[in-house]
T-cell receptor, first 111, second 112 residues
Framework: DTEVTQTPKHLVMGMTNKKSLKCEQH?????MYWYKQKAKKPPELMFV???????INESVPSRFSPECPNSSLLNLHLHALQPEDSALYLC??????????FGAGTRLSVL | DQQVKQNSPSLSVQEGRISILNCDYT??????FLWYKKYPAEGPTFLIS?????DKNEDGRFTVFLNKSAKHLSLHIVPSQPGDSAVYFC???????????FGKGTTLSVSS
C-alpha cells in the first residue's frame, strides 16, 4: 500500500471561515509534508513533520496551522485565508530522507 | 532564485519515438534526484530516481542520465506512448534530506 489519502478533494471557503485539510497514510512513514501548488507552478514546500514534530516551516503565514496528531495523520487548519491562497494543497509522506509519496491533493478555492 | 530548472514548458512527440526531458540544477550539494509524473487532478507519482554517485539509471522504458559537471539531468522515454502524456517534474532532494525542490515541470504530449 503506497497510498496517501487526502480529504476533502475539493473545498470552497470564505475568507472568514475556518476549515481543515486532512491527510492520512498507513505506510509507517515518519515524515509528512504539506506542499502548495499554484497553476502552472511547481509544488512549493510549506511544512515538514519528522517523527510527529514540526521540523520545517517555510515562512508560511500563520493563517495556515499544521498539526500532526499521530504518525499516520497530518492536518492543515485554515483560518482567515485570502483569495490568493486558492491552490492545490498536496500532502506527502516518506521515511525520513527517503522517497516521498504524494496524495491526490485538495483543490482549495477561497472566495 | 530557482535551484531546479526545467526550461522547456512543453514537449510534443510522436508515439514510438524518444522523449527527452531536461533539467538543470544550481546546487552542487544535491545528492539525489527524482522524476515525478503528474496527471491532472492527481498528485505527483514517482517515476525514477538517481543518486549523485551514478550517471545512469534505467527502469523499463525510462532512463535518467546525470551529468554532475554540467549540473544537468535528463529523462529519456523510449518508446513514447500516448499514456505518457502528463506533466513531468524534476526534483532534487535538499542536503538535509528533508524536502524536495521541484522544477516548474514539462508538459509532455505524445500523439498517436
Amino acid at each position: 500500500d503506497t497510498e496517501v489519502t487526502q480529504t476533502p478533494k475539493h473545498l470552497v471557503m470564505g475568507m472568514t471561515n475556518k476549515k481543515s485539510l486532512k491527510c492520512e497514510q498507513h505506510m509507517g512513514h515518519r515524515a509528512m509534508y504539506w506542499y502548495k501548488q499554484k497553476a502552472k507552478k511547481p509544488p512549493e514546500l510549506m511544512f515538514v513533520y519528522s517523527y510527529e514534530k514540526l521540523s520545517i516551516n517555510e515562512s508560511v503565514p500563520s493563517r495556515f496551522s499544521p498539526e500532526c496528531p499521530n504518525s499516520s495523520l497530518l492536518n492543515l487548519h485554515l483560518h482567515a485565508l485570502q483569495p490568493e491562497d486558492s491552490a492545490l494543497y498536496l500532502c506527502a509522506s516518506s521515511q525520513v530522507g527517503e522517497l516521498q509519496y504524494f496524495g491526490a491533493g485538495t483543490r482549495l478555492s477561497v472566495l | 532564485d530557482q535551484q531546479v530548472k526545467q526550461n522547456s514548458p512543453s514537449l510534443s512527440v510522436q508515439e514510438g519515438r524518444i522523449s527527452i526531458l531536461n533539467c538543470d540544477y544550481t546546487n552542487s550539494m544535491f545528492d539525489y534526484f527524482l522524476w515525478y509524473k503528474k496527471y491532472p487532478a492527481e498528485g505527483p507519482t514517482f517515476l525514477i530516481s538517481i543518486s549523485s554517485i551514478k550517471d545512469k539509471n534505467e527502469d523499463g522504458r525510462f532512463t535518467v542520465f546525470l551529468n554532475k559537471s554540467a549540473k544537468h539531468l535528463s529523462l529519456h522515454i523510449v518508446p513514447s506512448q500516448p499514456g505518457d502524456s502528463a506533466v513531468y517534474f524534476c526534483a532534487a532532494r535538499n542536503q538535509a534530506g528533508t524536502a524536495l525542490i521541484f522544477g516548474k515541470g514539462t508538459t509532455l504530449s505524445v500523439s498517436s
